[in-house]
């Protein structure tokens, strides 16, 4: 898939930027769910692989709510 994503922006299809992700806050709702607590187990609370995805997932969710989606 990287290197789709990077053939696809080389071709000017897409244009592919770093964004600094802050850690997701200690109160997020996104482990209220089933399925995601589920995703999370595989990964220990101090693994910076779910810190990452978390920081990712809220990012995302705060984009949506930002545009009202």
Do not use: K
Not at 9 to 26: H, K, M, N, V, W
Not at 39 to 44: D, E, H, I, Y
Request: proline content about 6%; cysteine-free.
């Amino acid at each position: 898939m990287r290197a789709r994503l990077i053939e696809w922006q080389q071709q000017g299809f897409i244009s592919i930027s770093r964004i600094e992700l802050p850690d997701a806050p200690d109160d997020t709702d996104l482990l209220a769910s089933p399925d995601m607590r589920w995703a999370f187990r595989r990964w220990g609370d101090d693994s910076p692989l779910r810190r990452a995805v978390l920081a990712g997932l809220a990012h995302m969710q705060n984009a949506r709510v930002m545009r009202g989606g």
